[in-house]
């Protein structure tokens, strides 16, 4: 017996009580699986497509026929001595401003996470500096180190000093270059550092605490390995901002890149074509550290929940 008020249903029917509406009855004896699944239709894209594909298509035919872009002097120079040259130096300046500044972020980043007031305030202090002065003063002022200081000393603080050296010979264009970079480079890596350090929970460096674990093992064992993931992607970016970067160190006259193919355009005239010729080393060379950036991510996603 029905507990219920509703009137028994008939399964021959497939209605409740055989006197339910017409569209009731219609969906009971449907068979859906002989109904037609139509897709979604979306005009406007197939139009936001085609138009893009025109732009495109225009883009690419102005760069082969246009004889403004001079591919034959592009061809020339792209490999010439002179530009090999002065991609090496781009890379020099890259690698040592990107280990010099990620030494000294590192730093500074465990500074502001110290438990000393001191420490946190300089630390600080040093990263709002740096992020507030453009690099283009911060390398100048560097290259003009020996107008403020004839001449350095060792020895006793505010004592006397035991050997001096000038000033004027100590620091050259290129090391000017690469300790404006580093130091600048710095404060950017020392928040992306602390930022990656925070993202690791607490509760396991209070585990590892309780097992005993040294502080220096937690950071190298547990902290750093979990942080790579946090930091990686924002160093990766930072590391290419500071390769394109390097160009602005030719206010200094130092033959990089950029540089040395202002020179050349100066003497031939050809502007457009060294222009591209520069790009085109800016853009494989970036490509390949974005690969390697891909790769060195995926070692240290090893084992997280994607």
């Given at each position: 017996?029905?507990?219920?008020?509703?009137?028994?249903?008939?399964?021959?029917?497939?209605?409740?009580?055989?006197?339910?509406?017409?569209?009731?009855k219609a969906a009971a004896g449907t068979d859906y699986g002989e109904l037609t699944v139509v897709p979604a239709r979306h005009p406007w894209r197939w139009v936001a497509v085609a138009v893009t594909a025109v732009l495109l298509a225009q883009f690419i035919h102005g760069l082969v026929t246009n004889p403004g872009w001079e591919?034959?002097?592009?061809?020339?120079?792209?490999?010439?001595?002179?530009?090999?040259?002065?991609?090496?130096?781009?890379?020099?300046?890259?690698?040592?401003?990107?280990?010099?500044?990620?030494?000294?972020?590192?730093?500074?980043?465990?500074?502001?996470?110290?438990?000393?007031?001191?420490?946190?305030?300089?630390?600080?202090?040093?990263i709002w500096a740096f992020r507030s002065i453009p690099l283009i003063v911060q390398l100048l002022f560097w290259f003009n180190l020996a107008y403020l200081y004839k001449e350095l000393q060792f020895g006793i603080p505010f004592g006397p000093g035991f050997y001096t050296f000038d000033t004027m010979n100590l620091v050259g264009a290129v090391s000017a270059a690469v300790l404006g970079l580093a130091l600048h480079q710095a404060a950017y890596a020392a928040?992306?550092?602390?930022?990656?350090?925070?993202?690791?929970?607490?509760?396991?460096?209070?585990?590892?605490?309780?097992?005993?674990?040294?502080?220096?093992?937690q950071l190298r064992r547990i902290?750093?390995?979990?942080?790579?993931r946090s930091i990686l992607p924002n160093?990766?970016?930072?590391?290419?901002s500071l390769f394109k970067g390097t160009s602005i160190v030719s206010v200094m006259a130092i033959g990089e890149l950029f540089y040395q193919v202002q020179v050349v355009y100066g003497r031939s005239g050809r502007v457009v074509p060294l222009l591209m010729v520069a790009t085109a080393w800016y853009i494989l060379l970036t490509s390949a550290l974005s690969v390697i950036q891909f790769y060195v991510e995926r070692h240290y996603s090893k084992g997280a929940a994607r």
């Open positions: 017996m029905s507990l219920t008020s509703d009137p028994p249903i008939d399964p021959a029917a497939g209605t409740s009580g055989g006197d339910g509406p017409p569209a009731e591919w034959d002097v592009f061809a020339q120079f792209f490999a010439a001595p002179v530009i090999l040259k002065a991609v090496w130096l781009t890379l020099q300046l890259t690698f040592y401003g990107t280990a010099l500044g990620f030494a000294l972020g590192i730093v500074l980043a465990f500074m502001r996470l110290s438990a000393s007031p001191f420490l946190r305030t300089v630390a600080y202090g040093y928040e992306i550092v602390r930022g990656g350090v925070l993202a690791v929970g607490g509760g396991q460096l209070e585990a590892a605490a309780a097992l005993g674990i040294p502080k220096l093992r902290v750093l390995p979990q942080a790579m160093a990766a970016n930072e590391i290419i």
